[in-house]
């Protein structure tokens, strides 16, 4: 089953009768407010593909929608949609009580120098200290101008061979999370990371995921300012919190 599916069979229950109370989709970031004070975010994928100015067609008429029409969103062809519906998700799921750690993601990963260490995403902040692990570190970014990446037909084999994956949350918006996730073989750790993250182990059973390393909103007044203004991760951590599910 492809994940956006899974993601939709897991969080349709917790849908109910919420409806949209706000939806911002900004520059960075998206994000949701849910009829039942459940908030959510997700990242905005740059490529919108609407061949015109006007990116969503439901436009102006988002509000009091049901979060299980947003939610089914999620496995739209439409990638401005899809985040809308990762934001939905990650709104239901938040009320959701789980064991939760708030460790740094990468730590409880154990990396070891011996390992092979494949991010899929160009994490820049902790590219330091994986290296600083003196583990064997490959980057995978679409962006080929980063410094020492790999291209995709190069990435794939990394995958297949690695260690420990870091995968960005932001493959399951762009709709390259299940590729990913079938190519990874012998790897003993994978982490999804980023604030789009869907926190919800349920969703990843048979497949070779680990972790899920993402947030959930504290303050949503703040993250929806900062969201139409054009903010991304950098300004709105301060209003979010970190944590990790295991699976």
């Avoid at 993402?214 to 203004?229: A, E, F, N, W």
Wanted: proline content about 3%.
């Amino acid at each position: 089953m492809k994940i956006a599916q899974a993601l939709i069979d897991y969080a349709l229950p917790l849908a109910e009768k919420a409806t949209v109370k706000d939806l911002r989709l900004g520059l960075g970031y998206s994000c949701i407010e849910l009829s039942d004070g459940s908030s959510g975010v997700a990242w905005t994928p740059d490529k919108r593909q609407s061949g015109s100015c006007t990116h969503l067609r439901q436009a102006g008429n988002l509000i009091g929608l049901s979060a299980s029409e947003t939610l089914s969103w999620l496995d739209s062809d439409n990638l401005l949609e899809r985040a809308a519906g990762l934001a939905t998700f990650n709104a239901l799921n938040s009320r959701v009580k789980r064991e939760l750690y708030s460790e740094e993601a990468t730590s409880l990963l154990q990396i070891k120098s011996s390992d092979h260490v494949v991010m899929v995403g160009y994490f820049a902040p902790i590219i330091p200290k994986l290296k600083e692990t003196g583990c064997h570190l490959e980057i995978v970014e679409l962006d080929e101008e980063k410094p020492e990446v790999l291209n995709t037909q190069q990435g794939f084999k990394a995958i297949a061979e690695c260690d420990v994956a870091i995968i960005t949350a932001t493959s399951i918006i762009n709709n390259t999370a299940d590729g990913l996730f079938a190519a990874l073989k012998r790897n003993r750790a994978a982490t999804i990371l980023g604030p789009s993250t869907p926190m919800a182990p349920e969703a990843f059973k048979g497949t070779r995921i680990t972790q899920l390393s993402g947030s959930y909103v504290r303050d949503i007044d703040k993250v929806k300012t900062i969201v139409s203004q054009g903010g991304g991760t950098m300004l709105l951590k301060k209003f979010l919190d970190f944590s990790t599910v295991k699976i």
